[in-house]
C-alpha cells in the first residue's frame, strides 16, 4: 500500500501540489464563513427529564438568563447630583438596541389602591426627577419602605443598589450581542467617569459574551505562540531554516483546512474548537519531526535523497498513521457524550487529525523531492552529543537498572492510588474565570451585597385553574420561601406570595407593617384589586403566572457555588418541599440554569468517563490490528495507562476536581502519548527481523533510532500545551498543565519502562505472532521496491532504477 502511495506522492508531485493548493483556497473561502458561537452550550441532551422540565419552565415563564446586571455601591447615591444622572442613566440604557426592560431604583413600580375602580393602579412610584435634596430625601423614604425591593433592588444597610436589563433574546445568540454589550457599557462608563464610582457588571448575558471575546483573542494569541514556540523548537533540533519553514507551512494549511471545514459542515468558534488550530499546529509538527528524522537518517546511511524520501513513506507510514489514528481516537470518544459541544470538538478534531496526517505525509516528500539534498551541516542534529547522550543514559538504565525501574514505577503506582483517593468531583456555572479577573470580581460583588445572580426556580402546578390564587397555595408559598431564607446561597425570593404581601402593604396606603400575607377576612377585599390575567395589556403578574393561574414559580438568585454543594442544596430542599406541597396535589420541580448545569456536570462525567473506556479499548484494539500479539498490546498499553494514573493522583494532591474541563484531558493525552509506543514497537519489530530475531540487539536499535523523534516531539508537544496555561480559562489552564505533565510522564515511561519491559518478558511476548500484523498496511519485506522510485529533476518525469538494499 505504501509502495503504490509514494509512487503516486512523487510521480505526481506538480500536480498534487497544485490540488493541495486549490483545495486549500476553496477552504480558506468556506473559512470566512466561521463564525463564534454565542449561543449557551446545551449541556444535556433533549430527552433528558431535568432538560424537559426546563424547556416547559421556559415556555410557560420565559427564558431565565437574559438579564444582564449593573451594580454599584456608593454613599452619595441619594444625593441629588448623583441620583439623577443614575435616573438618567436608567433612562438612556431603556434605549439602547437591544435592550428590552430596565428595573432601577430610578424606574421603580408601586401599586396604589383605586377605590373606584376597586383595583390596584400599577404606576411609576416618582414621575420626574427629583428637584431639591428634600423631594429626593422623600423618595428615598419611600423606597426604604417598600419591603418588597429591598434585597431585590437595593441594600439597605450598605447603599448598594443594582439595574436589571432584560435583553432581547435574539440579539444574545449571535454576533450583535458584541455591540449591544459595548453600548450598554459606554452609556455606564460615563456615569462611572463622571461620578469616580466602581460599576459592577454580571448576569449570565454579559458573562458570555466577555467570555466569547477572550476566546476569540486567546484563539489568535496561542495560534501565533505555537508557531513560534515550534519554529524555534525545530530550527534548534535541525539547524535549518528549511526545516521550519517546510512544516510550518504544512501547519498553517492544515488550520486553513480546519476552519474550511468547520465552514463546511456549519459549525461554530466554541471555548472548545477555539484551541484546535493551535492544538493541530502542535501535532502536525510531532509529525514533521518523525518524517524528518526518518529522512535524514536515511540520507545519511545511502546519500539517495529519492531512495529516503521513499522510505520515509515507506518504512514510517504505518507507524505515522497509526499514530495519527491513536490521536483522532482519543478525540473521537467525545463523541458519544451526547454534549453538542463536545460532539463538535470531537468531530472536528478526529478529522482534522487524519488531514494533517494526509498533508504531512503528502507534503514532506514532494516539497523535500525539489529541494537539493540536505548537507552536512543538516545532519549533525542525529549526533547532537546532548541528545545522544541522553539516549546512551536511557540505554544504560535499560541495561543496567531495570529492578530501580520496576521499583520506582511501583513507587508512582502507589502514590497514584493515594492521590486519586483525594480527588472529588464538583464544577462551578462560572467556573473558567480566574478568581482576580474583574468578572470574577463583579460576581463577588452581587453575591455580597445581593446574595448572587445565578438563577434558581421553583416552578409549581397546583393541578387546576385559578388554583394558584387560591389563599392556601399562596400560605405554601409564603411557607416555602421562608424555608428558602434558611440558606444562606439563596436571595431574596421573589414569587406572586410577595405580589400578595406587596398587595395588602398597597391596600393598606403603603404601610410597610402591613407587608404580610393576608388573612381570611383581608383576602377576599384585596385579591379582588389584582389584575385580571385575561386583559390583554401585559401586567405584573404575567411573569409570575401562566393564563390559566394554574402554574406558577418562585424565583431566587444563588451564589456561584460548587456541583456538590447545589446537589447538597437539592437534596435537603426536596422533603422540605413535599411536606409544604402534597405531592398528590401538586406537581413542584426545581429548574434554572443551576439545576440544568447541576445535571449536565454530573451527565458529562459519566460519558467522559465512558468515552475514557472506550478510547482505551479502541487503541487497544488498533494497536492488536498493528501488532497481533494480546501479550504486546498489554506491554505497550502499561507504560502509557501510568502516566494517566500519575496525573490523576497530581490532580488528587493538588485539589484540582474533576469535572467536565478536567477529565477530557485523559483521552486527549492518551491518544497523544501512545505514539511514542507504537514509533518505537513498529521500529522494534523491524529490527528483530534484520537482527535474526534477536531480542536485546532489536531494542537497543530501535531506542537508539526512535529515541531522537521520541525525545524531540515530545518537548514540541510539552512547549506546545503549556502555553495553554496562559489562558485566562481555568479549563484550558488544567488542560495545558496536565497533559504536558501526562506527555512528560509518558515520555519517560515509554524510553524507560517499555523497552525494560521488552528485555525482561523477553521471548514470552515477542512471538512470531508479533513478527506478522493482522492487517498488513505495507510489506515490511518488500520495501526494495521503494527504493526504485526517483523523480527526473531535468524534465521532472519519473523514472526508476535498480536501487536494492
Not at 383605586?114 to 393602579?121: C, E, L, M, T
Not at 467570555?211 to 489568535?220: I, P, R
Not at 512544516?247 to 463546511?264: A, E, H, K, T, Y
Not at 390575567?533 to 401586567?539: A, F, N
Amino acid at each position: 500500500m505504501w509502495n503504490l502511495l509514494v509512487r503516486f506522492i512523487l510521480r505526481n508531485r506538480l500536480g498534487n501540489l497544485i490540488a493541495i493548493i486549490l483545495i486549500t483556497a476553496f477552504m480558506g473561502y468556506k473559512a470566512v464563513n466561521v463564525h463564534l458561537s454565542y449561543e449557551m452550550a446545551q449541556m444535556l441532551p433533549a430527552s433528558d427529564t431535568t432538560s424537559k422540565a426546563y424547556e416547559k419552565f421556559k415556555t410557560t415563564f420565559g427564558q431565565d438568563g437574559s438579564v444582564l446586571f449593573i451594580g454599584i455601591k456608593d454613599e452619595k447615591l441619594f444625593t441629588l447630583n448623583e441620583f439623577n444622572d443614575w435616573l438618567e442613566l436608567t433612562a438612556s440604557l431603556r434605549h439602547v438596541d437591544g435592550v428590552q426592560e430596565v428595573v432601577s431604583i430610578g424606574k421603580l413600580y408601586t401599586l396604589e389602591k383605586n377605590d373606584s375602580s376597586r383595583k390596584f393602579d400599577f404606576k411609576p412610584l416618582f414621575e420626574q426627577k427629583p428637584a431639591n435634596q428634600a423631594e429626593l430625601d422623600s423618595i428615598r423614604k419611600l423606597i426604604f419602605n417598600l419591603p418588597f425591593y429591598d434585597g431585590l433592588i437595593i441594600n439597605k444597610e450598605t447603599n448598594a443598589t443594582l439595574m436589571m436589563l432584560t435583553l432581547d433574546k435574539a440579539r444574545l445568540n449571535n454576533k450583535s450581542r458584541i455591540d449591544l454589550i459595548r453600548d450598554i457599557e459606554t452609556e455606564v462608563e460615563a456615569f462611572s467617569s463622571k461620578h469616580e464610582i466602581d460599576v459592577h457588571y454580571s448576569g449570565m448575558p454579559y458573562i458570555r459574551t466577555k467570555t466569547m471575546k477572550m476566546v476569540q483573542n486567546e484563539l489568535l494569541l496561542f495560534t501565533v505562540l505555537s508557531m513560534l514556540i515550534a519554529s524555534i523548537v525545530l530550527f534548534i533540533f535541525f539547524r535549518s531554516f528549511k526545516a521550519v519553514l517546510f512544516p510550518m507551512l504544512i501547519v498553517i494549511i492544515s488550520v486553513i483546512w480546519l476552519m474550511g471545514i468547520m465552514g463546511i459542515m456549519g459549525y461554530e468558534i466554541t471555548i472548545l474548537t477555539g484551541i484546535l488550530p493551535p492544538l493541530l499546529i502542535i501535532i502536525g509538527v510531532e509529525n514533521c519531526i518523525f518524517l524528518l528524522n526518518k529522512y535524514h537518517h536515511e540520507f545519511r546511511e545511502h546519500g539517495n535523497k529519492v531512495k529516503a524520501l521513499s522510505r520515509v513513506v515507506v518504512r514510517t507510514g504505518n507507524a505515522t498513521f497509526l499514530t495519527n489514528l491513536t490521536t483522532a481516537t482519543g478525540f473521537a470518544a467525545f463523541i458519544i457524550t451526547g454534549n453538542k459541544l463536545l460532539v463538535e470538538f470531537g468531530i472536528i478534531a478526529s478529522i482534522n487529525i487524519m488531514v494533517v496526517f494526509i498533508l504531512s505525509i503528502f507534503l514532506i516528500p514532494i516539497l523535500y523531492s525539489y529541494l537539493a539534498p540536505p548537507e552536512t551541516r543538516h545532519l549533525k542534529h542525529l549526533d547532537n552529543k546532548y541528545t545522544t547522550g541522553i539516549i546512551e543514559k536511557v540505554v544504560h538504565l535499560v541495561l543496567n537498572h531495570r529492578r530501580a525501574i520496576y521499583i520506582t514505577t511501583i513507587i508512582g503506582i502507589v502514590l497514584a492510588g493515594i492521590g486519586i483517593s483525594k480527588l472529588k468531583t464538583t464544577g462551578n456555572v462560572v467556573d473558567d474565570i480566574p478568581h482576580g479577573h474583574p468578572m470574577y470580581v463583579d460576581l463577588l460583588f452581587f453575591e455580597e451585597e445581593f446574595k448572587g445572580i445565578l438563577p434558581f426556580e421553583i416552578s409549581i402546578d397546583t393541578r387546576k385553574p385559578r388554583g394558584v390564587m387560591q389563599m392556601s397555595t399562596i400560605q405554601k408559598i409564603s411557607d416555602l420561601q421562608d424555608t428558602l431564607a434558611l440558606y444562606p446561597e439563596f436571595s431574596k425570593p421573589i414569587s406572586v406570595a410577595e405580589l400578595v404581601k406587596y398587595s395588602k402593604q398597597a391596600f393598606y396606603n403603603g404601610d410597610p407593617e402591613m407587608y404580610s400575607i393576608p388573612n381570611s377576612q383581608e383576602r377576599n377585599f384585596i385579591l379582588q384589586y389584582l389584575p385580571s390575567m385575561k386583559s390583554e395589556r401585559k401586567t405584573i403578574l404575567n411573569s409570575f403566572v401562566d393564563t390559566s393561574l394554574s402554574k406558577t414559580r418562585i424565583s431566587v438568585q444563588m451564589a456561584n457555588i460548587g456541583t456538590r454543594d447545589i446537589q447538597r442544596i437539592k437534596d435537603d430542599l426536596q422533603p422540605k418541599i413535599n411536606s409544604i406541597f402534597d405531592p398528590d396535589k401538586f406537581d413542584v420541580e426545581i429548574t434554572g440554569t443551576s439545576i440544568v448545569f447541576l445535571k449536565g456536570t454530573d451527565y458529562l462525567v459519566h460519558n467522559l468517563i465512558t468515552s475514557l473506556i472506550l478510547a482505551v479499548i479502541a487503541i487497544a484494539i488498533l494497536l492488536g490490528m498493528l501488532f497481533t500479539s494480546f501479550k504486546m498490546v498489554v506491554v505497550s498499553m502499561v507504560p502509557n495507562l501510568l502516566p494517566q494514573l500519575m496525573t490523576a493522583a497530581l490532580m488528587g494532591f493538588l485539589a484540582i476536581s474533576i469535572k467536565p474541563s478536567t477529565i477530557l484531558i485523559f483521552s486527549i493525552a492518551l491518544g497523544i502519548s501512545v505514539d511514542n509506543a507504537i514509533h518505537f514497537l513498529s521500529r522494534y519489530r523491524l529490527a528483530l527481523k534484520h537482527n535474526n530475531w534477536n531480542i536485546k540487539i532489536s531494542v537497543l536499535s530501535a531506542l537508539r533510532e526512535t529515541g531522537f523523534s521520541m525525545v524531540y516531539s515530545s518537548i514540541v508537544l510539552f512547549l506546545g500545551f503549556s502555553i495553554f496555561t496562559l489562558s485566562t480559562f481555568g479549563g484550558t489552564q488544567s488542560m495545558g498543565f496536565l497533559i504536558s505533565f501526562t506527555l512528560l510522564m509518558a515520555l519517560f515511561s515509554n524510553l524507560l519502562l517499555l523497552p525494560s519491559l521488552l528485555l525482561t518478558l523477553d521471548r514470552r511476548i515477542t512471538t512470531r505472532n508479533f513478527e506478522e500484523p493482522l492487517i498488513e498496511i505495507f510489506d515490511e519485506n518488500d520495501e526494495s521496491e521503494a527504493d526504485d522510485v526517483e523523480v527526473g529533476y531535468a524534465d521532472n518525469t519519473i523514472s526508476e532504477k535498480s536501487d536494492k538494499l
